[in-house]
């Protein structure tokens, strides 16, 4: 059991009880085991990383590289997939960039082990990036560092409007929140 709880709680978000209940549940009622399995093999077989934007493709198609009917002239640039999926559902039409984590310097994430080396391989003059990071000191940081290193490589550089709280993270934002703050981005200062 504590070999299973330990395999459980390797997944992102979940604790020692939460895997505790999963493992007890389906031990008591058997027949979750197959639905959650076929769920699994659906997941192994349909699902994978864009090699572009880091986001989700479902049968090999992006939600944002695939379709061309999104304006390819802006890029939003956010942390992780769960804020992409934010952004997915709010009213921004452009393309979108996950860089899978922020600079953290105190856990010893620089620039190298995020994927903003493949941001700069999809802009140019152009592109407008839109930064979408959360409002954390590590956010602050990396929104910072790509802004300064994308100065005069590409047309545009914006935030997101800061109708976010600080120390806001994108997961726990609200629908209408996230709409006012795109709609009301602006231009960083040269």
Same mark, same amino acid.
């Given at each position: 059991? #504590?070999?299973?709880?330990?395999? /459980?709680?390797?997944? #992102? ?11 007890? #549940? $389906? ?8 639905? $959650? ?7 192994? +077989? ?30 939003? !640039? ?19 960039? !996950? ?5 953290? /310097? ?24 839109? /930064? ?18 994308? +100065? ?16 806001? !993270? /994108? ?16 231009? $960083?200062? #040269?």
């Amino acid at each position: 059991m #504590d070999k299973i709880i330990e395999e /459980l709680k390797s997944i #992102d978000g979940i604790g020692k009880k939460v895997a505790e209940k999963i493992l007890f #549940d $389906l031990i008591i009622n058997k027949n979750k085991i197959s639905s $959650l399995e076929t769920v699994i093999n659906e997941i192994k +077989k349909s699902y994978s990383e864009c090699n572009t934007c880091f986001y989700f493709k479902e049968n090999n198609v992006c939600t944002f590289c695939n379709n061309k009917n999104r304006n390819q002239n802006i890029i939003c !640039v956010v942390s992780t997939k769960l804020d992409a999926i934010k952004i997915a559902k709010s009213n921004y039409n452009g393309l979108i960039h !996950v860089l899978n984590g922020e600079i953290n /310097l105190n856990k010893n994430i620089g620039p190298e082990k995020i994927k903003i080396s493949e941001l700069f391989v999809r802009i140019s003059k152009g592109i407008e990036l839109l /930064l979408a990071l959360n409002l954390t000191f590590e956010g602050e940081v990396t929104s910072n560092y790509i802004a300064n290193k994308a +100065k005069g490589i590409c047309e545009k550089i914006s935030r997101i409007a800061r109708g976010i709280p600080l120390g806001g !993270v /994108l997961d726990y934002i609200d629908q209408e929140t996230l709409n006012d703050a795109i709609l009301n981005r602006k231009k $960083l200062d #040269d």
